[in-house]
Structures are given as C-alpha cells and as structure tokens.
Nanobody, 128 residues
Framework: QVQLVESGGGLVQAGGSLTLSCAASFRTTFSVNTMAWFRQAPGKEREFVAAINWNGGRTDYADSVKDRFAISRDNSKNTLSLQMNSLEPEDTAVYYC????????????????????WGQGTQVTVSS
C-alpha cells in the first residue's frame, strides 16, 4: 500500500531554515500523482502549504509561504521535500506530506479532500 513518512522538523529561531522530507512507499503508478504539504497549527484547521505535480513542472504555494518555501520531488527516490527559509513564528505547526488520490490531478490540489494518503506529521516550532 502507500506509506508516507515525514522527517526534518524541529525547533528553529525566527529567520532560520529547515528542510522537511517525506519518504514515500507506493506502487509506481502513484508517481504520476500530485503531492503536497499541508500544516495544522494548534486550534486551527489543516491548511494547504505547497503542491507539486508529477514531474515537478508545476508548483503552487499558499500566499503566506510564497517566496520563502520551495517544494520539490525526486521520483527516482520517491521523496518529497520542502525547503523552508525565513521562518516565522506563524509557521509553527505540524507539517503533513500528502499524496493525491487521482492520477494526473492538478486542479483540486488546494483541497485536503483530494488527498487520500497522509503521513503522520512532523512538528515545526519557530521561536521569536
């Protein structure tokens, strides 16, 4: 089946950087599915952070992280990454890796309902 395992979270000061990784185990057919990062802060709903299509040719970001975060994927290694720079206390949350339920889908990338598979999450804490 599908297994997604995030790593790389931690505690960092404001202005610092972190790189999150997601190791994916799934059948080759899933390599054409969009992958994304979502996050959930305490007391808030899960929100979209960034998405990337099957070959990395298309990416999308939430306005709050645009120009600070960069999403990438390596299909040969089945890994998804999120480079996070200029971190702010508002970025504090549990970050989740997700895999779209439908092959080739891009139009519904912003909705968490589009993603059938989720990792367990990794905590990112940014101190001021």
């Amino acid at each position: 089946q599908v297994q997604l395992v995030e790593s790389g979270g931690g505690l960092v000061q404001a202005g610092g950087s972190l790189t999150l990784s997601c190791a994916a185990s799934f059948r080759t057919t899933f390599s054409v599915n969009t992958m994304a990062w979502f996050r959930q802060a305490p007391g808030k709903e899960r929100e979209f952070v960034a998405a990337i299509n099957w070959n990395g040719g298309r990416t999308d970001y939430a306005d709050s992280v645009k120009d600070r975060f960069a999403i990438s994927r390596d299909n040969s290694k089945n890994t998804l990454s999120l480079q996070m720079n200029s971190l702010e206390p508002e970025d504090t949350a549990v970050y989740y890796c997700a895999l779209d339920r439908r092959a080739w889908d891009w139009s519904s990338r912003l909705s968490s309902a589009s993603y059938a598979y989720w990792g367990q999450g990794t905590q990112v804490t940014v101190s001021s």
